[in-house]
């Protein structure tokens, strides 16, 4: 467990942004020998081998095609974005003529007052112009770069108190003294292209605070960015580390979670049923076969769970609560807000139970409306039986959370054996598990 928590947060901290993200798994998938595809080119697709695919670098695809026969596909689904600030075009606002702050505003939906007063820096794409068009960038400027800092407690008294606080005004990163560079131009530098080639970009600024692990046996970890991209590892992992799985396993790697998903590359898109279409449709299935195919699909929405909070117990339900290092999180809600239900849940349980990984219940406190996930959002285009799932975390949305030191082991292996089992379902609600 000690070395997949380290190489969880070396990933983390190899990923600023989700085009980070999809880029560090896409690493780890080539050296596991994965093959990458183009949505804009056929796909040939061999049995007992893997493939990955994009859409536009910041939501990834990754599957292996089984050596036998499949009935259906089982996906593991994480996201790659977080809440954060995002720079605007005209980036630098100007200081009684000597301070440079970045003008930005919030993406998703960030607790502000954890971006004060720590080292940032800044990241995301640049798009360049070439002789036959534009390419993108990737660019991350590894150096602290930025604070954005607080107001001191003799000039606001009521700090302590609770204190709102303004994207324009209070949010804006401190960057420069007396006119120093501008960032655009910075960053084009840092990324080996001239200012003047660059069109446009997407520019995030991200917390520089390397994760640690901590407590009296080093039983927590904190880390930027632990929602989601604990469980985005989690599914990359199981399904480079999962042998001899009996159906067309699928990682997804969504963008723009935070922000309700609905773009070309978000759950809420084509991308996900585009793919399996044009998996079965390369391995020779027919459209009747693929619709039979999906009836015997599985998806493990995984995104991360509130854990039990030390100073406010009173914010989670008082009997399905859940805690850090205690297993997978299995998440309900009676308004659907969850896609978990007795079906879905009792496959999922049957499976971590057969391998030994343990898991709880969670449902938020009755008075607390919970929000969508990839699950629900992503079957408005391909309907698949589904069970939201995540690992239980403190300070969710904050720059800096905090999780147990155990459960990213519990979720690769959970998801590797749920990729090692097969499922199938030819009467409706029931499961066969071989």
């Not at 998703?108 to 800044?122: E, K, Q, T």
């Not at 390369?282 to 015997?296: D, I, Y």
């Not at 493990?300 to 999180?329: C, F, K, Q, Y």
């Not at 449902?363 to 069970?387: E, K, P």
Request: a negative charge; aromatic letters at 8%.
């Amino acid at each position: 467990m000690e070395n997949r928590t380290g190489d969880l947060l070396r990933y983390i901290a190899a990923s600023p942004t989700a085009f980070h993200a999809v880029d560090s798994a896409a690493k780890l998938l080539r050296k596991a020998g994965f093959t990458e595809l183009q949505e804009g080119e056929s796909w040939t697709l061999e049995k007992g081998k893997g493939y990955f695919v994009t859409r536009n670098l910041s939501s990834l695809l990754a599957f292996r095609v089984p050596e036998g026969e499949s009935v259906g596909f089982q996906l593991a689904a994480g996201h790659t974005d977080s809440p954060c600030y995002k720079i605007k075009e005209k980036g630098i606002v100007a200081c009684g003529g000597k301070y440079g702050m970045l003008d930005t505003e919030m993406y998703g939906g960030a607790i502000a007052m954890s971006w004060l007063d720590r080292p940032l820096s800044v990241a995301g794409r640049l798009m360049v112009k070439d002789d036959q068009g534009v390419h993108p960038v990737l660019i991350n400027i590894e150096e602290d770069t930025l604070v954005i800092p607080n107001l001191c407690i003799h000039q606001h008294r009521g700090v302590n108190n609770g204190v709102p606080l303004k994207g324009q005004t209070d949010m804006l990163p401190m960057y420069s003294l007396n006119g120093g560079k501008n960032i655009h131009s910075q960053a084009a530098e840092y990324a080996g292209v001239s200012p003047e080639s660059v069109l446009a970009s997407d520019l995030f600024v991200y917390n520089r605070m390397p994760g640690s692990v901590w407590g009296s046996e080093k039983e927590f970890i904190s880390a930027p960015r632990l929602d989601d991209l604990e469980c985005a590892y989690s599914a990359v992992m199981a399904l480079i580390e999962a042998e001899n799985v009996k159906n067309i396993a699928v990682s997804c790697l969504f963008d723009n979670e935070e922000v309700g998903s609905c773009t070309r590359q978000g759950a809420d898109s084509s991308f996900l049923a585009d793919t399996l279409t044009r998996i079965d449709r390369a391995l020779g299935f027919t459209g009747e076969e693929h619709s039979r195919r999906l009836a015997s699909s599985f998806m493990l929405s995984a995104d991360n769970a509130h854990a039990a909070h030390p100073n406010h117990p009173e914010t989670s339900d008082p009997v399905n609560r859940v805690w850090m290092n205690e297993g997978i999180v299995v998440k309900f809600s009676g308004n659907q807000k969850y896609t978990s239900d007795s079906v879905s849940a009792s496959v999922f349980r049957s499976i971590c139970e057969k391998a030994g990984v343990p898991t709880q219940t969670f449902f938020n406190h009755s008075d607390q409306a919970g929000g969508s996930t990839l699950g629900n959002l992503s079957g408005r285009h391909v309907s698949l039986t589904t069970v939201d799932i995540g690992l239980a975390q403190l300070a969710m949305h904050s720059s800096w959370e905090t999780a147990g030191a155990k459960d990213a082991e519990w979720m690769v292996q959970g998801m590797r054996a749920f990729f090692e089992t097969r499922l199938e379902s030819r009467t409706d609600c029931v499961w066969t598990m071989n």
